[in-house]
């Protein structure tokens, strides 16, 4: 792969990882009207309720995560995603097709 080739992969990578994150959250239950019943989002957060005595500690990832379904990701976590993203792009450049 070239380097335009290249370049298309890392922002192929970028672009993906930004948009299907939302996409991802909903599928496994962290929406914006709160955990899904019976999704995986809500057995994480049993699990974490049971861990802490009855409750989700603030700053857990069950909380960060439902903060991010239901508000959106903020800008540094959409920067995080994106850099994430590219490394798996940049990363796939080096896989060659036959």
Known sequence: MGPAGTVAAIVGGAVVSVV?????LGAI???S?????????AGMMSAAAVA???AVAAGST???LQAAGAAGLSGAAT???AGAGAAVGWLTSFIRSK
């Open 52 to 54: 802490n005595g009855g």
């Open 29 to 31: 239950g962290f929406t």
């Open 20 to 24: 299907g994150a939302p996409v991802v």
């Open 79 to 81: 920067a995080a995603v």
């Open 62 to 64: 069950v909380a960060v």
């Open 33 to 41: 009207a709160g955990i899904a019943a019976g999704s995986y989002a």
